[in-house]
């Protein structure tokens, strides 16, 4: 069955910095695109970041320079690192691996 779980979010001051985890089960981890998308409050869903099993990277412009998608084939973990933050960051944080299967999320709050 697959899983993944989310952690990190939290409430942070507009500047710093955050890292988001994804904690992946049920599956070969290391076999999959694996992606951060996240929706704020009252908007659409907004794809974040991708990595796929190469180890490739992919940002939307809007974080580009920012965050740094990482995983950890080994812990079978993604991560998000972000940094810089700014109050429209604030949203609700998802790993998802094929746009089929979802966490359910961890929320980052980024306000002073």
């Known amino acids: 069955q697959v899983q993944l779980v989310e952690s990190g979010g939290g409430l942070v001051q507009p500047g710093g910095s955050l890292r988001l985890s994804c904690a992946a089960s049920g599956f070969t981890f290391s076999n999959y695109w694996t992606r951060w998308v996240r929706q704020a409050p009252g908007k659409g869903l907004e794809w974040v970041s991708s990595t796929n099993s190469g180890g490739n990277t992919y940002y939307a412009d809007s974080v580009k320079g920012r965050f740094t998608i990482s995983r950890d084939n080994g812990e079978n973990t993604l991560y998000l690192q972000m940094s810089s933050l700014k109050s429209e960051d604030t949203a609700v944080y998802y790993c998802?691996?094929?746009?089929?299967?979802w966490g359910k999320g961890t929320l980052v709050t980024v306000s002073s």
């Open positions: 998802t691996r094929d746009w089929n299967y």
